[in-house]
C-alpha cells in the first residue's frame, strides 16, 4: 500500500506527549509574544517553523542520516545551540541588569525592548538545536508501517507533526499576547525574563552534556 495508516493513532498519540513538553521554542515564544505582542509571536513562530520543515526534510532526503553518522558535525551542532542558547540567556540577563541600572537612576522602569528580528531569533533557535533532527530521525522512521513508499509515509508524518505543533504553538503565542498587558508589571516581566534566562541556561547545559 502507497500509505499504511496503521499506525497513525499511536502516531498522533506519542507526536502530543512530545508537542505539549516544553522546550527552547515555548519559552521564546512565551517571552516574544509577552514582550513585543503577537506578530513578533507569529513571526517567531514563522522562523521556528521555517527551521523545523528544513530539519525534516533533511531526514526525509537521507541527509539526516548522513549528518548524523558524522559524530564530529553532531558535537559541532551542539557546540552551536549550546552558545546560541547562551547567547539568548546572556541578552536577558544584560536587559534585566539595563532595566535594574534605569531603575536605580530613577529613570522609568520598563520592560528592555527587544530589538533582534523575532522570525531570524526563532530560525536561528531551531535551526541549531540538533535535538530535532535527531529526534526526526528516530521519531517519524517508526511509524512507516506497511507502506510501499517510506518517504510518501515520511511526508506525512512530518507533515502531522509539524501542524499539531504549529497549532499548540500558535495557543501559546496567541495566549500570551492576550494576557501580556496583565503581565506587564515590571516585576512580574523581571521574573518571566528570569525564568526564561534559567530555561535556556539549562537547556544549553543539557546539549553539551548530551
Known amino acids: 500500500m502507497l500509505l499504511d495508516l496503521t499506525p497513525l493513532p499511536a502516531f498522533l498519540l506519542a507526536s502530543a ?6 522546550g527552547v521554542d515555548t519559552f521564546l515564544l512565551l517571552r516574544t509574544s509577552l514582550h513585543a505582542g503577537k506578530r513578533p509571536g507569529v513571526l ?3 522562523g521556528i517553523h521555517s527551521a523545523s520543515v528544513l530539519q525534516v526534510a533533511l531526514v526525509i532526503s537521507g541527509l539526516g542520516a548522513l549528518i ?6 553532531l558535537s559541532a551542532l551542539k557546540l552551536i545551540g549550546a552558545a546560541y542558547l547562551l547567547y539568548l540567556a546572556g541578552s536577558i540577563l544584560r536587559g534585566l541588569w539595563l532595566t535594574r541600572k534605569e531603575s536605580a537612576d530613577g529613570a522609568l522602569e520598563r520592560a528592555p525592548v527587544d530589538s ?25 522512521p517508526q511509524f512507516v508501517g506497511g507502506s510501499t513508499r517510506p518517504a510518501v509515509q515520511l511526508v506525512l508524518l512530518g507533515a ?3 501542524g ?3 497549532v499548540w504553538e500558535l495557543t501559546i503565542v496567541l495566549a500570551a499576547a492576550r494576557i501580556a498587558d496583565r503581565l506587564r508589571h515590571p ?3 523581571r521574573s518571566l525574563d528570569v525564568v526564561s534566562a534559567a530555561a535556556f541556561l539549562t537547556i544549553s547545559i543539557g546539549l ?3
Do not use: D
Open 44 to 46: 517567531a513562530l514563522a
Open 164 to 166: 499539531l505543533a504549529a
Open 187 to 189: 516585576r512580574v516581566a
Open 116 to 140: 533582534a528580528n523575532p522570525f531570524v531569533r526563532g530560525f536561528l533557535s531551531n535551526i541549531t538545536n540538533p535535538k530535532m533532527l535527531l529526534f526526526s530521525l528516530a521519531f517519524l
Open 68 to 73: 548524523t553518522g558524522h559524530p564530529a558535525v
Open 208 to 210: 553539551v552534556a548530551a
Open 17 to 22: 506527549v512530545v508537542v505539549l513538553t516544553p
Open 160 to 162: 502531522i507533526f509539524l
